[in-house]
């Protein structure tokens, strides 16, 4: 049964900040990996998809990075800001239904100190 | 432009009664899903429906029914509801045409008092 682990659970720096959020997950039979943000009382919002076959995926500030075979993610924030305080989610679209199920993980809550 | 869109954002309602919640993507998605989000905020997911059959059902009391009339929207209906039921509920498509991204409409806080 494919489990996701979000670590560190919350996460407080102040602005400017690089900073790295870890994802693990224990069956490499996925299709791809998701990173989402939610900000409070509000809906998700996608960050980066990485195929299951992609090593890394890159918008903006953020660089996601896939190594399937150990069943890690990371995503990696640049010079952090204020407004990317918010909780991020990972999910891994699980292959072995025969079908696109996405399976998350707790969360990382961010607060960004200005 | 709404991709995924759910009616209503807030429901209160009280315990025994029957509501529902409605959701549409324009996205052109084959794929529709019903997750809920406890209050510890963990994403769970209940239904999956492909082209209007149901794939995935996550052993979520017969209260919950969901219904599909057509690709683009994907209706919740609950029974007699508890207590336990309040929660977020959010609907969700993807396609494997489209590398499996999955899009998120904004929510629905249900409260049951």
């Known amino acids: 049964k494919q489990e996701v682990t979000q670590i560190p659970a919350a996460l407080s720096v102040p602005e400017g900040e690089n900073l790295v959020l870890n994802c693990s997950f224990t069956d490499s039979a996925i299709y791809n990996l998701q990173w989402f943000r939610q900000d409070p009382g509000k809906g998700l919002t996608s960050l980066l998809l990485?195929?299951?076959?992609?090593r890394e995926q890159t918008s903006g500030r953020l660089n996601a990075s896939l190594d399937k075979s150990s069943g890690r993610s990371t995503l990696y924030i640049a010079a952090s800001q204020p407004g990317d305080s918010a909780t991020y989610l990972c999910a891994v679209a699980d292959a072995t239904s025969g079908t696109y199920k996405y399976i998350f993980g707790t969360g990382t809550r961010l607060k960004v100190l200005a | 432009d709404t991709a995924v869109s759910q009616t209503p954002k807030y429901l209160v309602t009280q315990m025994g009664n029957d509501k529902s919640i409605k959701c549409e993507q324009n996205l052109g998605h084959d794929t529709m899903y019903w997750y809920k989000q406890d209050s510890k905020k963990f994403l769970k997911i209940m239904f999956s429906y492909n082209n209007k059959e149901l794939i995935i059902n996550e052993t979520v009391p017969n209260r919950f029914s969901p219904k599909s009339p057509d690709k683009a929207h994907l209706n919740l209906h609950i029974n007699s509801l508890e207590l336990g039921d309040s929660a977020v509920y959010f609907c969700?498509?993807?396609?494997?045409?489209?590398?499996?991204?999955?899009?998120f409409g904004q929510g629905t806080r249900l409260t049951v008092v």
């Open positions: 990485i195929q299951s076959s992609q």
């Open positions: 969700a498509s993807s396609s494997i045409v489209s590398g499996g991204e999955a899009f």
